[in-house]
């Protein structure tokens, strides 16, 4: 199976079309994700939505606004609110840990594989098959 997470952008406007996916693929969506860290002494968070695997191909989306909402603990805001209420019209909670940032890594896929590795040690997706 591929895991792979999909960047729609840094979450300003992007953050609406997170959510449209999650409401257009209500049946395939598994978790509503937020990543919380530190950049540049600025607390923001990462919203993601993880999606089951396509019957096909056995390829599993990860959604992902990076680091470009504040974060909530620290700064309520409208665009975490509009995520958790997506969340709640689905049944589901969003999920919160705190991880390193993104900048803590060479490159961006090496971000990406450090959190899949996280979910995957939290059983939030399956393992390798």
Same mark, same amino acid.
């Given at each position: 199976?591929? $895991?792979?997470?999909?960047?729609?952008? @840094? %979450?300003?406007? &992007?953050?609406?079309? /997170?959510?449209?996916?999650?409401?257009?693929?209500?049946?395939?969506?598994?978790?509503?994700?937020?990543?919380?860290?530190?950049?540049?002494?600025?607390?923001?968070?990462?919203?993601?939505?993880?999606?089951?695997?396509?019957?096909?191909?056995?390829? $599993?989306?990860?959604?992902?606004?990076? @680091? %470009?909402?504040? &974060?909530?603990?620290? /700064?309520?805001?409208?665009?975490?609110?509009?995520?958790?209420?997506?969340?709640?019209?689905?049944?589901?909670?969003?999920?919160?840990?705190?991880?390193?940032?993104?900048?803590?890594?060479?490159?961006?896929?090496?971000?990406?594989?450090?959190?899949?590795?996280?979910?995957?040690?939290?059983?939030?997706?399956?393992?390798?098959?």
């Amino acid at each position: 199976m591929i $895991q792979r997470f999909i960047e729609l952008g @840094e %979450g300003y406007s &992007d953050l609406y079309e /997170l959510i449209e996916l999650a409401r257009y693929n209500e049946p395939r969506v598994l978790h509503f994700m937020a990543f919380h860290t530190v950049v540049k002494e600025r607390p923001v968070t990462s919203l993601a939505i993880v999606l089951k695997p396509a019957e096909e191909g056995k390829f $599993q989306p990860l959604y992902i606004c990076r @680091e %470009g909402i504040p &974060d909530p603990n620290h /700064l309520p805001n409208k665009r975490f609110q509009l995520f958790e209420q997506a969340a709640e019209a689905q049944g589901r909670k969003v999920i919160q840990m705190d991880v390193k940032p993104s900048s803590a890594f060479a490159e961006n896929q090496l971000y990406y594989q450090h959190l899949i590795a996280i979910l995957r040690l939290n059983h939030y997706i399956p393992p390798l098959q």
